[in-house]
């Protein structure tokens, strides 16, 4: 349910990683201890689960990305360092690329306009700072300053 919200915080740079349900709660719960996650969650037994744990929860109550970007925020802050620096679809860290090796994979118009791309191994997806990147830039000062 908060597939769209992770995908935004991985865009923010965080390691946000998305649960399915092929995995239960116990393992679930099992992983945010070992690893120090913070569990972002709707699911009310999950947080009673992870508040005994003594684990982080940000618990999820609104439907509004917006909404829940902004909740999520209040409790961790961005590093604008970050911002772009991990793939969106599996969230491994990028590498910068240099457009030259790349030339066949990126759209014309966007090969001689722009200089900085990044490249996710695994997914073999290009990354660059461009409309995706101000979309973002736009989307962390609306959830800064609207309400
Ligand atoms: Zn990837």
């Not at 947080?47 to 917006?66: E, G, H, P, V």
Request: glycine share 2%; net charge positive; aromatic share 12%.
């Amino acid at each position: 349910m908060l597939g769209n919200l992770s995908r935004w915080l991985r865009f923010f740079g965080f390691d946000a990683y998305y649960v399915k349900r092929d995995i239960n709660d116990d393992e679930l719960l099992k992983i945010a201890e070992k690893e120090n996650y913070i569990l972002i969650t709707r699911d009310k037994d999950l947080i009673i689960r992870a508040k005994k744990r003594n684990l982080k929860i940000i618990s999820i109550k609104s439907l509004n990305l917006d909404d829940q970007l902004k909740h999520v925020l209040k409790d961790i802050k961005i590093d604008e360092n970050e911002i772009l620096s991990k793939c969106s679809i599996c969230n491994s860290k990028l590498i910068k690329i240099n457009k030259q090796d790349f030339k066949d994979k990126i759209p014309i118009k966007i090969y001689n306009n722009m200089n900085d791309f990044y490249f996710c191994n695994f997914c073999d997806k290009i990354y660059w700072k461009g409309s995706h990147y101000d979309k973002i830039i736009k989307k962390i000062f609306t959830i800064k300053n609207g309400d």
